[in-house]
């Protein structure tokens, strides 16, 4: 089953990509809940209802620091 994923403190940008440089996605408000799919270094991807893309992971609570996912 996939992982939750809850976005934490505050407005966060979803990227197309896993890198800070890349194109938005869309803004989620915290207390968004998303499903993990994957995880790559500190970033971790996150799909919503309507979106999909990548956060680091200290922008929302759902998995350990350095766990890997895939």
């Known amino acids: 089953a996939p ?3 809850l976005v934490i403190g505050g ?4 990227r197309h990509d896993p ?3 890349a194109p938005g996605v ?3 408000q ?7 799919t994957e995880c790559e270094a500190d970033w971790c991807r996150l799909e919503t209802d309507s979106y999909g893309g ?3 992971r200290d922008e929302f609570w759902g998995v350990y ?3 890997a996912m895939e």
């Open 3 to 5: 992982r939750g994923a």
């Open 11 to 14: 407005e966060r940008i979803l």
């Open 19 to 21: 890198a800070a440089s």
């Open 26 to 28: 869309a803004r989620l």
């Open 30 to 36: 915290a207390g968004v809940i998303g499903r993990l």
């Open 54 to 56: 990548w956060l680091k």
């Open 65 to 67: 620091p350095g766990e």
